[in-house]
């Protein structure tokens, strides 16, 4: 029995180094942190799948199956909500998308099969020495990963992301799982080293969610221990106690005391959070700016708006209503249904509605949600109506077990209301619901000799256990070794600052699921960092390749704004009046697709300017300021690109230029200028005096030149005025003396002698 115990204990030693995820990172790929924890998963649960074939494929030693382990209620609230998502990838609007996800998430229904499989791999084979070994390591891992933020906060980072996860809110939130870890360790290990530890871990993870501070997390910590203490409250029986240096405390008082002082502080805090006391107190400092006002609230709030809207039957119909958009098809529904009122506090692509729950309500459906809920509920009823038991005078680890996994549920879903998930949390998320379904379901049953070998297994199981190692080896090389090559193809030789058609075909064949976002990021990187020559003989072949990209793309609206940006940049490196043509007709298909959206307003403003048409850029730029008046950018949006064609300053539009930086009626009234948006203004002069340049203007040019001065004193103005008040740290050297000689320049020997670079 030997080789049978070796595969058995290969393969739960291939689900316990998942707990290592956190620690992949694929350096020089697109998305690291996401990637590489994506690379890593389906390595590991490949050679489970491998190692499980191999055991059935075993003649004299075949492994022991626990089939019925699989047949629990939580279980099957999962199969069913696997099969609607399946429905709504197969409905979605890009099921290709569905289907591998992208390159920024690494989601996608290929990764939930992968977690599936390890629901399902834990749930057979591991036993309760294995969960706690498996636990351990996530506890030892997880402290790792607190230690490194807590250092990064010690050292004065605001809100560390930590050198693992690069996200403040992802940290946070496994590091409620990591105490978690501690919790169950605590409670089952009757080691004191793996006690204290599991204690030590378990400051530092709270401390983690502190010092991030991540609101959503600190809040379903929050509810959680209310939850917890609530039950206690409840807990009738006498005996459940805790035993602390030596004395035994009756859990039911401790937890009723803790509860009127939680509510007491709370009450205060609430009617007190104005105070600046707060504001020296990490984590409630966070706290006390959640408002009605806040600028990330509404921006959820509205978000809430648009996924109501999005799943609405009389807007989509029935189907979409129940299955859902399907998949990474967020962003397509908040595109369709977009509220330009958005802008006014937040601007970038929503791919997620920073909510759990819309985000399945969207993606999967009023089915999908449906489920979600139902297995959610299962779980918690579960973990919260076992009780305790008076067995031996020994403390009842089943009780308190339980109550740590009520506990968690309630945490993760409560945080889940502000935020998504990210898989750097897949491995501590699916382990909980294993862990639960062993612990409610299989455990008891043990002892009863569930561990029947079955020593033949039908050639259909044979074959089918093949074929799923043949087929996880075949997904680990074209979902995961076949895009890290070409990603890492790209990042070398952009780094060289050369590229030829080989390097191309390198990096764009085979067309897979993450070619819209790395020929994109070719595309860019190219025309910033090739040289002229270089990019003659591959742009053509680069440009074709994009154009093909779009349609696979999870984000049309993006991509048609990042093309026709594209095409502008090609222009001012080509000068070809073909590429600002085909700009503009990917830059309004963008504005079909969202619309108000008013930084692709600004980006066709750009390509009218270089086109000359300055009568078109005030209706584009007056159209999206209608879209929404108080959106955060769009007055400097808009007087960017009008102030260089104000040449005779009739529209006072530097004026009111200057009113928004120093113009108010104090200090802390005006608005701080930004690299951004010294960009901006950079940016809108550049393509006035390049248009010029290209038609060939002399007069027109030395305009420009003129009016690009008066910006440049403005600029100064405006940067010595915020830099002496305080509200910037450093002054911004201007351009006037540049162009004061470029000026002088073109007096002297005309527009020839002028190089715009």
Same mark, same amino acid.
Request: proline residues 3%; hydrophobic residues 40%; aromatic residues 12%.
């Given at each position: 029995m030997e080789k049978t115990f070796s595969v058995q204990n290969l393969i739960k030693f291939s689900f316990i180094l998942l707990a290592f995820t956190p620690f992949a990172i694929t350096h020089g790929t697109l998305f690291p942190f996401m990637f590489g924890k994506a690379v890593f998963i389906r390595f590991m649960i490949g050679v489970s799948g491998v190692l499980f074939a191999i055991g059935i494929l075993n003649k004299k030693n075949p492994i022991h199956l626990k089939l019925g382990r699989l047949f629990n209620p939580l279980m099957i609230a999962y199969a069913v909500f696997m099969l609607l998502v399946l429905a709504s990838t197969v409905l979605s609007v890009n099921p290709y998308r569905s289907f591998w996800g992208n390159v920024e998430r690494s989601e996608g229904f290929l990764i939930l099969i992968y977690m599936l499989l390890s629901f399902l791999g834990t749930l057979l084979f591991f036993n309760k020495k294995d969960w706690l070994n498996f636990f351990k390591v996530n506890l030892l891992v997880g402290g790792v990963i607190a230690i490194n933020v807590f250092i990064e906060w010690l050292g004065g980072a605001h809100r560390p992301d930590g050198a693992f996860l690069d996200n403040s809110a992802v940290t946070a939130a496994y590091a409620l799982f990591t105490l978690f870890f501690a919790l169950i360790v605590g409670i089952l290990d009757k080691n004191k080293i793996w006690r204290y530890l599991s204690g030590g871990i378990a400051i530092t993870a709270v401390v983690t969610i502190v010092a991030t501070g991540t609101r959503g997390v600190m809040v379903g910590l929050v509810a959680a221990i209310l939850v917890t203490l609530l039950r206690l409250v409840l807990t009738k029986e006498p005996y459940v106690k805790l035993h602390l240096f030596k004395k035994s405390i009756n859990t039911r008082k401790l937890s009723a005391g803790l509860l009127l002082l939680i509510a007491v502080f709370s009450i205060v805090f609430i009617f007190t959070r104005s105070n600046s006391i707060w504001q020296g107190v990490p984590g409630l400092n966070r706290l006390a700016e959640i408002s009605s006002t806040d600028p990330a609230t509404q921006a959820r709030l509205i978000n809430i708006g648009i996924s109501l809207n999005a799943i609405n039957p009389a $807007?989509?119909?029935?189907?979409?209503?129940?299955?859902?958009?399907?998949?990474?098809?967020?962003?397509?529904?908040?595109? #369709?249904?977009?509220?330009?009122?958005? #802008? /006014?506090?937040?601007?970038?692509?929503?791919?997620?509605?920073?909510?759990?729950?819309?985000?399945?309500?969207?993606? $999967? @459906? !009023?089915?999908? +949600?449906?489920?979600?809920?139902?297995?959610?509920?299962?779980?918690?009823?579960?973990?919260?109506?076992?009780?305790?038991?008076?067995?031996?005078?020994?403390?009842?680890?089943?009780?308190?077990?339980?109550?740590?996994?009520?506990?968690?549920?309630?945490?993760?879903?409560?945080?889940?209301?502000?935020?998504?998930?990210? &898989?750097?949390?897949?491995?501590? +998320?699916?382990?909980?619901?294993?862990?639960?379904?062993?612990?409610?379901?299989? %455990?008891?049953?043990?002892?009863? $000799?569930?561990?029947?070998? &079955?020593?033949?297994?039908?050639?259909?199981? %044979?074959?089918?256990?093949?074929?799923?190692?043949?087929?996880?080896?075949?997904?680990?090389?074209?979902?995961?070794?076949?895009?890290?090559?070409?990603?890492?193809?790209?990042?070398?030789?952009? %780094?060289?600052?050369?590229?030829?058609?080989?390097?191309?075909?390198?990096?764009?064949?085979?067309?897979?699921?993450?070619?819209?976002?790395?020929?994109?990021?070719?595309?860019?990187?190219?025309?910033?960092?090739?040289?002229?020559?270089?990019?003659?003989?591959?742009?053509?072949?680069?440009?074709? +390749?994009?154009?093909?990209?779009?349609? %696979?793309?999870?984000?049309?609206?993006?991509?048609?704004?990042?093309?026709?940006?594209?095409? $502008?940049?090609?222009?001012?490196?080509?000068?070809?009046?073909?590429?600002? !043509?085909?700009?503009?007709?990917?830059?309004? /298909?963008?504005?079909?697709?969202?619309?108000?959206?008013?930084?692709?307003?600004?980006?066709?403003?750009?390509?009218?300017?270089? #086109? @000359?048409?300055?009568?078109?850029?005030?209706?584009?730029?007056?159209?999206?300021?209608?879209?929404?008046?108080?959106?955060?950018?769009?007055?400097?949006?808009?007087?960017?690109?009008?102030?260089?064609?104000?040449?005779?300053?009739?529209?006072?539009?530097?004026?009111?230029?200057? /009113?928004?930086?120093?113009?108010?009626?104090?200090?802390?009234?005006?608005? &701080?200028?930004?690299?951004?948006?010294?960009?901006?203004?950079?940016?809108?002069?550049?393509?006035? +005096?390049?248009?010029a340049h290209h038609i060939r203007d002399e007069a027109l040019f030395r305009r420009f030149i003129l009016r690009t001065i008066e910006i440049e004193k403005a600029l100064k103005e405006i940067i010595n005025f915020q830099a002496e008040n305080g509200l910037i740290k450093r002054s911004v050297d201007t351009r006037e003396t540049t162009f004061t000689q470029a000026l002088s320049v073109l007096n002297q020997y005309g527009l020839d002698a002028i190089n715009l670079k």
């Open positions: $807007n989509v119909g029935a189907t979409r209503s129940l299955f859902g958009w399907g998949l990474e098809g967020y962003v397509n529904a908040h595109n #369709q249904f977009y509220n330009p009122s958005i #802008q /006014k506090f937040e601007t970038p692509w929503f791919d997620r509605a920073h909510n759990k729950i819309l985000d399945v309500l969207v993606m $999967n @459906g !009023v089915l999908g +949600l449906m489920a979600y809920l139902f297995m959610w509920g299962v779980l918690f009823r579960k973990s919260f109506s076992v009780k305790p038991e008076e067995e031996y005078g020994q403390s009842n680890k089943e009780f308190w077990t339980s109550l740590t996994i009520g506990g968690i549920v309630t945490a993760y879903f409560v945080q889940s209301l502000f935020f998504f998930d990210s &898989i750097a949390i897949y491995i501590p +998320l699916f382990s909980l619901l294993s862990f639960s379904a062993y612990t409610y379901y299989v %455990k008891n049953r043990e002892p009863q $000799n569930e561990d029947v070998e &079955i020593s033949r297994f039908s050639t259909s199981v %044979k074959l089918g256990s093949a074929t799923l190692g043949v087929l996880l080896i075949v997904l680990f090389i074209w979902a995961s070794i076949i895009p890290t090559y070409q990603m890492r193809t790209m990042f070398g030789e952009l %780094k060289r600052e050369h590229l030829d058609a080989d390097d191309v075909r390198r990096v764009t064949a085979p067309d897979n699921f993450v070619q819209a976002e790395v020929r994109s990021i070719m595309l860019f990187s190219a025309l910033d960092r090739l040289s002229k020559e270089n990019l003659t003989d591959i742009l053509p072949q680069m440009l074709k +390749l994009g154009e093909e990209a779009l349609e %696979k793309t999870d984000n049309r609206a993006r991509r048609e704004h990042e093309m026709g940006v594209i095409y $502008n940049d090609a222009f001012k490196a080509f000068e070809k009046n073909e590429y600002l !043509v085909l700009g503009e007709e990917h830059l309004r /298909k963008s504005m079909d697709l969202v619309r108000g959206r008013q930084t692709t307003a600004f980006m066709l403003a750009e390509n009218l300017t270089l #086109q @000359g048409r300055f009568d078109e850029v005030k209706e584009v730029m007056d159209a999206a300021r209608a879209a929404e008046p108080e959106g955060a950018n769009i007055d400097i949006f808009y007087l960017s690109y009008l102030a260089p064609s104000d040449l005779n300053g009739s529209n006072g539009t530097i004026e009111k230029l200057k /009113k928004i930086y120093i113009g108010g009626d104090s200090i802390e009234k005006n608005r &701080i200028i930004n690299d951004a948006e010294i960009l901006y203004l950079r940016e809108s002069y550049s393509n006035h +005096l390049h248009y």
